[in-house]
């Protein structure tokens, strides 16, 4: 059964607008969330992070929103530039982050110019 | 400073033979993670090493080990190949376990097994 879910495999969105990129989570446990980004033929960077002791967190044009009560995590990127183009996985973990990561399968985001 | 290299970057084995797939960690970095990507499963955990020592197991069967050096390389083996492990492995190291934040991942092996 996935813990982590990205319902969306796929997003395209236009140079300068919002991109939104979502995650579900069913396991309660899950205290750490992180997104990383992935071009092709590259292994992930990390993006962002949140703990589940806050509901939003901001790095430049980065923004992961957390909804524990709904079980939900968001990533916007504003404005979204074609560099941004890349598969966006969302990744949980308990205590902290201390202990394994759980993966979505992936969105990939096309921001067209 | 170099990044977390992994080799080789490329393998094709057939079934039934077994791989040994490794990976040099950023310098001073001492913990290790190895990971499963797959288009069905996605990003797996594997396990993942500390000074030596396995410190988590994802829930992968026993046929999937590894080991870390005292220079903090690390090697993973899978034995009895099946047409399921072909999948990209990941590696990614950080200064400390427990910090995913801080970890950067390598290219990954690309297996493929026929």
């Known amino acids: 059964d996935q813990q982590v879910k990205q319902n969306s495999p796929s997003l395209s969105v236009q140079e300068g607008r919002i991109s939104i990129l979502n995650c579900d989570y069913t396991n309660s446990m899950f205290d750490y969330f992180l997104w990383y980004k992935k071009y092709p033929a590259e292994g992930p960077t990390f993006l962002i992070s949140i703990s589940s002791i806050k509901d939003k967190n901001e790095d430049g044009r980065f923004t992961v929103f957390l909804n524990k009560s709904a079980k939900h995590l968001s990533l916007h990127i504003v404005p979204s530039q074609p560099g941004d183009s890349a598969v966006y996985f969302c990744?949980?973990?308990?205590?902290?982050?201390?202990?394994?990561?759980?993966f979505g399968k992936g969105t990939k985001l096309t921001v067209n110019p | 400073k170099a990044g977390v290299t992994q080799t080789p970057r490329y393998l094709i084995k057939t079934r039934g033979q077994q791989v040994t797939l490794s990976c040099s960690p950023i310098?001073?970095?001492?913990?290790v993670s190895w990971y499963q990507q797959t288009p069905g499963q996605g990003l797996q955990f594997l396990f993942e090493y500390f000074s030596e020592t396995q410190r988590n197991k994802g829930n992968f069967p026993g046929r999937f080990s590894g080991r870390q050096f005292s220079n903090s390389r690390s090697e993973m083996n899978v034995s009895t190949l099946e047409l399921g492990d072909s999948a990209l492995y990941l590696c990614?190291?950080?200064?400390?376990?427990?910090?995913?934040?801080?970890?950067?991942f390598g290219p990954g092996t690309r297996l493929t097994v026929l």
């Open positions: 310098s001073g970095h001492r913990s």
């Open positions: 990614a190291s950080s200064l400390n376990a427990g910090t995913p934040d801080t970890q950067y």
């Open positions: 990744a949980a973990s308990e205590q902290g982050g201390s202990e394994k990561l759980v």
